[in-house]
């Protein structure tokens, strides 16, 4: 059986549009853009970029990992440096519904400030355990509890979806028990399919 391939998401050279990459934007299997802290000098130019490619495609996606903490590509002029997602998780150890009410504060702030720039989606929340030996995930992920990661995601997820914008958590089926940084090496995790599961993949239901 034949399969179709599908549109996929590239990123662009540089903080304009070079003449290579408008040629790729036409291109019928390119579904999507996403961004990085390179492509960003200040708000005006990041506005201009956003345009630009719309300019070229009216209709495709624009994308960011913008997370917080350490995974948030642009921060300065007007861009607020949010924490660390695990601050919503320690304020979770302290007071539910502060840490509930302050998610969704912070999905809105995040993604009031990102559509306001023209970007359509971001690569949020992580939806790992942190079990406190990942060095990639670490302070990313929400909490090591799997109840308080699908808790907090739900109501970071409604602050995003107030300013209108798409998300998509991650890693799936979670990367907080493996070691390895899956941008450098092949992450390993050895432990039975059904702990995984019962643990681990359960914020992804």
């Not at 990459?21 to 299997?29: A, C, G, K, N, Q």
């Not at 979770?92 to 809105?108: S, Y």
């Amino acid at each position: 059986m034949k399969r179709t391939p599908g549109p996929v998401m590239l990123d662009v050279a540089g903080t304009t549009l070079s003449d290579a990459d408008i040629e790729r934007l036409t291109h019928p299997m390119t579904g999507g853009v996403i961004l990085f802290a390179r492509h960003f000098q200040d708000r005006a130019q990041l506005v201009a970029l956003t345009d630009a490619i719309r300019a070229v495609r009216e209709d495709i996606l624009i994308a960011v990992d913008h997370e917080g903490g350490r995974v948030q590509r642009f921060r300065t002029d007007g861009f607020t440096v949010l924490p660390a997602p695990a601050r919503l998780g320690e304020l979770w150890d302290r007071d539910v519904l502060a840490a509930t009410k302050t998610a969704t504060a912070f999905g809105h702030v995040l993604a009031a400030e990102l559509r306001a720039c023209g970007i359509d989606m971001s690569f949020t929340p992580v939806l790992d355990l942190n079990y406190g030996q990942s060095k990639v995930i670490g302070d990313r992920a929400l909490h090591g509890d799997p109840r308080v990661v699908t808790m907090l995601a739900k109501s970071l997820n409604h602050g995003l979806a107030l300013a209108g914008m798409a998300n998509c958590g991650k890693h799936f089926p979670g990367h907080g028990f493996a070691q390895a940084d899956s941008h450098v090496a092949l992450p390993t995790d050895d432990r039975p399919l059904d702990e995984i599961l019962a643990a681990d993949a359960r914020p992804y239901d």
